[in-house]
């Protein structure tokens, strides 16, 4: 079977359990899920299960294949996953840490990795900071070079946790505009944890919307995000219309 079918998946943290019964798929290749769900309903533990980062009790196939069944650097190769927190402000230029990325997937360095780190910052955008030391950018900045560490790996796998959360209102949009169209070209299968709702509805194709370690609904994004959904989700009285140029947002109104 192709793209990722995950659970049920059961995740404890210490002797605390996190996740229960979760199920995730399947997410067919070249298309982008959103992750969503209030503070502390578990995206990021999913996301990091998915990493293989975090044991989890249950399966996770990719494309037929058993995640668990592979060693590190297997599964280095296949998944890339960037974290909540932004790139450390390390003295490093930023090419460098975008190579050593790509070393993560084992081996030497092949000849077109510069090139091909080059060309996923100038998609990004940042091109011309490719010799600035990450110590000398701004948060943003910083996200901007995390997600080239990712997306230069090509992985079949795409796991980004919030990579929106430092960036201005452009950058949101063309980054998701990019990974939308990288997802669809390469055949990723990407997870994205988000907060922002309009975003999900506007550059995600389907949704699963966690609450308190379990799964509220998952389908098309349309059919997730609805004001029954986000009522019971997050304890809001929202509406979903469509802008004048027939885009969908999420107005609320109030808590409920
Ligand atoms: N290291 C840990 N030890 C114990 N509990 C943890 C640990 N990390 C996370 N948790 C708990 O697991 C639950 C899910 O956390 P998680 O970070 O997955 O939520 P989230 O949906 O990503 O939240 P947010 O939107 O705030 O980032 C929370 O109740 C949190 O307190």
Redesign the pocket.
Known sequence: MNGLVAGPLNVH??R?P??HDVTLGPLARGTVTALL????????????ALAGLLPAHGPITLNGQALSSLSRPAHARLCAYMP?ALPPPIRMQVMESVLVSLRVQGGSLHDEAFSQAMETLSRLGIADMALRFMDELSGGQRQLVGLAQALVRSPDLLLL??PLSALDLRHQFTVMDLLRRETKKRRMVSVI?L?DLSMALRHTDVATM?AK?RVLASGPVREVVTSAILAQAYGVQARVEDDASGMPMVCVDGVV
Do not use: A, M, Y
Not at 42 to 48: E, F, P, Q, Y
């Open positions: 943290i210490g605390r996190i996740l769900g209030p503070n502390g309903s578990g995206k990021s533990t999913l996301l990091r909540q946790d919030e944890v907060h966690l370690g």
